[in-house]
């Protein structure tokens, strides 16, 4: 998994080993943080390929806004995480570019 892009303490978007993007974004609301990890489908991933990072920023915000982790949420996104299955993999890829000086 490749980091593409990252807003410090906000999203990293990653590039799966099946080219599929995914988009972990740093949720918080109130007390209460959390990663919230999911793939992007065919129309955002066709967004990001037309509008770059500013539709990747603007993703990031709708899903934080939507609070895809608070419980009885009706977030559009919430179904759509990935989490755990893939968390190992992101977190190792952001491990392994920080030790090679990526970073916030």
């Known amino acids: 998994m490749l980091i593409l892009d990252h ?8 590039q799966g080993d099946s080219d599929e993007l995914l988009l ?4 918080g609301h109130g007390v209460v943080g959390y990663s919230f990890l999911m793939a992007l489908d065919e129309k955002e991933t066709a967004r990001f390929k037309a509008e770059g990072r500013g539709f990747i920023e603007f993703l990031a915000e709708m899903v934080e806004r939507s609070e895809p ?3 009885g949420t009706a977030s559009p ?3 759509r995480a990935v989490a755990p ?3 190992a993999q992101a977190t190792a890829a952001v491990l392994a570019w920080r030790a090679a000086g990526g970073g916030d």
Not at 7 to 14: A, H, K, S, V
Not at 24 to 27: A, G
């Open 7 to 14: 807003e410090p303490n906000r999203w990293f978007l990653f």
């Open 85 to 87: 299955e893939r968390s």
């Open 69 to 71: 982790g608070a419980r």
């Open 24 to 27: 972990d974004v740093n949720c």
């Open 77 to 79: 996104y919430r179904d």
